[in-house]
């Protein structure tokens, strides 16, 4: 984040996580990860809450520092330069977290919320379904009551921390005659016999989280570890995309950083035709698309934390939130292009880690709602607000030379 909008408590959060990720994180784990050596390194985790890093957002009474948002994603920027990978490791804590805190009971806060901040828990969201991706609430998987339990059974796929994770947070639907909308319920639901991690994915980037397919056999699951209310899992589901998103778009902001510095370095280095390549237009350009794709995607983050902080209208926070999520994941993707390209074909190698970047970063398009989803909720946000505020200020629409001219405003 820019100095200029920082506090002096958030500048020394942003020295104390560049710590930690410069001084806690050995190189070879990045390397061992990306190749599928290590399946989930909890004691990244570990470190990070050691240094009191984990669910910065939370209150200090279960382990967190109550900082806002606006918080919150300079520390993501800073362990986003560390790939996609230990970024949703770091990030699953404030996401799973978050419905914890806002729906989960004083039980299931000291439970389940304090040890994960700590460190001594891991957790793990399984949202999506073998079925559907976006259709959130076509979801099959099933929780049905039986006294002081729920039996689940179903599957969830491309869940990050299906190897590792200590609990799950799992949507199922509960009133299979509802509606979508009024049918689903969340649970946590901790490791056991009856979760299975029955496939882990050969990903194309962001390796080393153990992402899998889950599949629950009749899975006894304490009544008392219902998050909110039985078939009321939309509320939890909505709540639940701003740390989804604000998560994607923090972390974005660090690969793409990275991603430029390391292009930028380079271009001081290599040499063409007698001189820096960073002489030529053609490469320093790139560079000045990508600060200002940087700094731009800084600023939609900031205002989208600003307004969750400021408890905006949830409809506002949403359109904002869904506009930082695309607009950093997609400049993010640009930035890298943009990077390799200056470097040419060395940056095609593993002798930079452009290329490792480059397959990270595609993904975070797809993750937590694609951004056409984004530009779902954006437009549907914007008609809405628009026709609940009408016209605010002046009506340029009159201003038109023939503005009068009723007869020739068609519009059906």
């Not at 990244?44 to 669910?55: C, I, M, S, Y």
């Not at 008392?224 to 778009?249: D, V």
């Not at 990275?258 to 390549?277: L, M």
């Not at 359109?319 to 390799?340: D, G, P, Q």
Request: charged letters at 30%; glycine letters at 10%; proline letters at 3%.
């Amino acid at each position: 984040m820019l100095d200029c909008l920082m506090t002096r408590e958030e500048k020394k959060l942003q020295e104390e996580v560049r710590a930690f990720v410069k001084e806690d994180i050995d190189k070879q784990l990045l390397r061992d990860m990306d190749e599928d050596k290590v399946r989930y390194p909890r004691e990244f985790l570990e470190k990070a809450a050691a240094r009191g890093l984990l669910g910065l957002r939370f209150p200090e009474k279960y382990g967190g520092r109550g900082m806002p948002w606006t918080s919150e994603i300079i520390a993501l920027e800073e362990v986003g330069v560390l790939g996609t990978s230990l970024g949703c490791l770091y990030s699953l804590v404030s996401i799973v977290g978050e419905a914890i805190d806002k729906f989960g009971s004083d039980m299931l806060k000291e439970k389940y919320l304090r040890p994960t901040v700590e460190g001594r828990l891991t957790a793990a969201e399984a949202l999506t379904e073998p079925r559907g991706g976006s259709d959130f609430f076509g979801a099959t998987c099933t929780a049905v009551k039986d006294g002081d339990h729920y039996i689940l059974n179903g599957q969830k796929r491309f869940v990050v921390g299906s190897e590792g994770a200590d609990y799950f947070m799992v949507y199922a639907r509960t009133n299979p005659e509802g509606k979508p909308h009024e049918s689903i319920s969340a649970f946590l639901v901790d490791r056991c016999p009856e979760v299975k991690a029955d496939y882990l994915y050969g990903l194309m980037g962001t390796r080393g989280g153990g992402t899998g397919r889950l599949v629950f056999n009749n899975v006894k699951v304490p009544a008392e570890n219902l998050l909110g209310e039985e078939n009321k899992g939309s509320a939890i589901f909505y709540q639940m995309m701003i740390p989804e998103r604000m998560t994607s778009a923090g972390g974005a902001i660090g690969m793409g950083r990275a991603a430029n510095e390391i292009a930028a370095r380079y271009s001081t280095r290599r040499k063409a035709f007698g001189t820096e390549i960073k002489s030529f237009q053609a490469v320093s350009f790139k560079v000045a698309d990508n600060v200002t794709l940087l700094d731009t995607a800084r600023g939609i983050v900031y205002l989208a934390a600003r307004s969750v902080d400021a408890g905006d209208p949830a409809g506002r926070s949403r359109r904002l939130v869904s506009e930082a999520k695309k607009v950093a994941t997609e400049n993010a993707w640009k930035i890298v292009n943009n990077s390799m390209q200056v470097m040419g074909g060395i940056g095609y190698s593993n002798v930079y880690p452009i290329e490792k970047l480059l397959r990270d970063v595609r993904l975070i398009m797809i993750w937590t709602g694609t951004n056409e989803i984004m530009d779902l909720i954006i437009q549907h946000e914007y008609y809405k607000e628009m026709d609940k505020e009408g016209i605010r200020g002046r009506d340029i629409e009159f201003d038109a030379v023939e503005a009068d001219q009723v007869d020739e405003k068609i519009y059906e």
